[in-house]
């Protein structure tokens, strides 16, 4: 019998790469995945005539533990802060009917360990290590981002017997295979910067994040899904199933010096120069901009190379061109 998986968000930005290479790879797979309108239906269908879709959204918590309890593996692309889906999931997971427990892999984010102590603009010295830090990053204070659902994952997860797995990016960058092709904070600087008529950083433009491709953060999802349903292969589960994703850091001015250049040659600004800002500007632009554009979010993947994996895209500043295609 194929195996059966249940994915959320099979339209956003990182859902709908990682079910294009699903696809790809395993045409075999009985995949359903959830969609909250009949046009997003129809647009998937048309690209993937064998997916199975049930429409409904992360409040549809009988849906969810429906698909769920029918699945060997379900993969959560959608909102990781989404408490009542979380629990509908893995109580379709841990249901007592089925003939042995499904796993569940959260796509979570490492925004947890957003760092502004040395200011905005500047580079912090801390790193957090998935491995060395374990225990520190599965119980951070519930008031911190995301660790409310993370440790609901965790917690949960061992109480029902269910295998899970966090996955944990930073900034997500490239272009997507899926409906939804580019992500979100730079391609935001790209429009603002486009109405300011000027690239800008805040402050100095030294603070110091690290990232993943979507191509690359979508393989490692695919792997995930392999080994779950080889019984979980030869990766951590549960209490160790913390992952960081990471292909490298960079530092913002960088960056932000690579898409001045490419929106000068595109004939979108009068020059290279680069504008510096304050906090207070930033959020004026955006509620979130202070962090994606002047924060620090320092990771080190520990436990996915130690299985061997590495990033394969190209890293965030060469990649700039597909922020614009």
Known sequence: MAPRLFITGVTGYIGGQFLDMLITKHPDYNITGIVRTSSQTEQLLARYPSLQLVTGDLDSTALLTEQSKLADVVIQTADCDHASSITAILQGLSDPSRSKKGTFIQLSGAASIIDISTGYGQASPKIWDDIADLHEITHFPQTTIHAITDQLVLNSGLKLGVKTALLLPSIVYGKSDGIKKIGMGFPWLIDFAKKRGKA????????????????????VLV????????????????????????????????????????????????????EQITAEQATEMHPWGVFMWGSNMRSRAERLKGFGWEAKQAGIVDAVPEFFD
Do not use: C, N, Q
């Not at 800008?200 to 993943?212: C, D, P, Q, R």
């Not at 995930?224 to 490298?248: P, Q």
């Open 223 to 274: 792997w995930f899904t392999e080994e779950a349903l080889a019984g979980g292969g030869k990766l951590d589960w549960g209490e160790k199933g913390v992952y960081y994703v990471e292909g490298g850091e960079y530092v913002f001015r960088d960056i932000v010096e690579r898409i001045a250049k490419e929106m000068f040659d595109r004939g979108m600004i009068p020059s290279v120069e680069i």
């Open 200 to 219: 800008f950083m805040i402050g100095e433009g030294k603070s110091v994040t690290t990232a993943i491709h979507v191509k690359d953060l979508a393989a």
